[in-house]
């Protein structure tokens, strides 16, 4: 009977040992990433301007001008402002 007990205090004595490994391990990833540097800092915010042909919303390094309106790609500058160059 007194084996029974034992068995019994055994098992819960390893599942409350495997939940606390389990609950440390992503803790300890964790400060060893904040303990590390970042490969490259965040950049800053861009101005995100709209397409005059389809309204799509891009950085503004990344657009197309033609005079004032800014567009997506080439062949949308070819196409001109559409649908989308109203307010």
Same mark, same amino acid.
């Given at each position: ?25 992503? +803790? @300890? !990833?964790?400060? &060893? =990433? +904040? @303990? !590390?540097?970042? &490969? =490259?800092p965040p950049s800053?915010?861009? =101005?995100?301007?709209?397409c005059a042909h ?5 950085p503004a390094s ?26």
């Open positions: 009977m007194t084996l029974k007990y034992l068995l019994v205090l055994f098992v819960v004595a390893i599942g409350f040992w495997m939940v606390s490994t389990r609950s440390r391990k992503p +803790r @300890d !990833r964790g400060d &060893a =990433a +904040r @303990d !590390r540097p970042s &490969a =490259a800053k915010p861009q =101005a995100m301007l709209r389809c309204g799509l919303h891009l990344d657009v197309v001008t033609d005079g004032s309106l800014a567009y997506c790609s080439e062949s949308h500058r070819r196409l001109g402002a559409g649908p989308a160059a109203g307010p």
